[in-house]
């Protein structure tokens, strides 16, 4: 390949000749494992070299804070102080479940569409249950020869 032929493809007398599927599956895949062997390697260097660091910038931080009896600090380049951050889980989800229904707090959970649910349905009854949008799309797949 080069900046005169990107597509890799050569010339004929009866013009260029399109890139054959072969050779674009070929491509996909290499390049594809390529993307993923760098997203990887990315993934661990800013594990080592980046986010290492920051957390043990956090916690000198907290640290600080903790034995200073204070809530923030701010400084010319910036401001650091504590929050709180709340992870809200289900734990047993048959009993969260009949709490909801049977109280009507339906603010105590999020509503979405199971895609298998629905496709299951869609199958069942030939229609879609009220509500929902069902949008297929058509769109390429590569797999590596078995």
Do not use: C
Request: charged residues 30%.
């Amino acid at each position: 390949m080069n900046d005169e032929n990107p597509f890799g493809f050569m010339p004929t007398e009866a013009g260029p000749q399109p890139p054959r599927p072969i050779d674009l599956i070929t491509e996909y895949i290499q390049l594809r494992d390529r993307k993923k062997a760098a997203e990887e390697a990315y993934k661990q260097w800013v594990e080592a070299n980046i986010n290492r660091r920051l957390d043990r910038i956090e916690a000198e931080l907290m640290a600080f804070l903790n034995d200073s009896g204070t809530d923030s600090i701010k400084t010319a380049n910036g401001t650091a102080f504590k929050r709180t951050e709340t992870s809200v889980t289900v734990a047993d989800q048959k009993e969260f479940s009949r709490y909801v229904i049977s109280s009507e707090a339906w603010g105590l959970i999020d509503f979405r569409a199971s895609k298998t649910g629905v496709k299951e349905f869609l199958e069942e009854h030939q229609s879609l249950p009220p509500g929902i949008n069902f949008v297929p799309a058509t769109v390429i797949s590569v797999r590596k020869p078995s």
